[in-house]
């Protein structure tokens, strides 16, 4: 199995930064794609950013420009960078991933505990 540990979240104010991160470990054979979703309270959770293996990204629209997520396969870790954060980014964020296990080779999604993020002054 995969285990997903995320990291760094917290209470910022409007316009200010944070970066989450992800570590995944377990039986990795290889993962995919990464991601991260959030999901405030009374709204559906919703995809934020992903990345694939060799590096391609997409977005959604509300963070296009201020968020940029990455990876370092060495560590099978993902990060978000979140800059000029608003009070609507208010939400748990979660990690997710498309992972290959070993010795199996089986392929399955995995999801963090989640980590909250409040933007307020």
């Known amino acids: 199995q995969v285990q997903l540990v995320e990291s760094g979240g917290g209470l910022v104010q409007p316009g200010g930064s944070l970066r989450l991160s992800c570590a995944a470990s377990?039986?990795?054979?290889?993962?995919?794609?990464m991601a991260w979703h959030r999901q405030a309270p009374g709204n559906r959770r919703e995809l934020v950013a992903v990345i694939l293996y060799e590096g391609r990204t997409n977005y959604a629209d509300s963070v296009k420009g201020r968020f940029t997520i990455s990876r370092d396969n060495a560590k099978n870790t993902v990060y978000l960078q979140m800059n000029s954060l608003k009070p609507e980014d208010t939400a748990v964020y979660y990690c997710?991933?498309?992972?290959?296990?070993?010795?199996?080779?089986?392929?399955?999604?995995?999801w963090g505990q989640g980590t909250q993020v409040t933007v307020s002054s």
């Open positions: 377990g039986s990795i054979h290889s993962i995919n794609a």
């Open positions: 997710n991933v498309v992972a290959q296990t070993a010795p199996d080779l089986r392929v399955g999604g995995y």
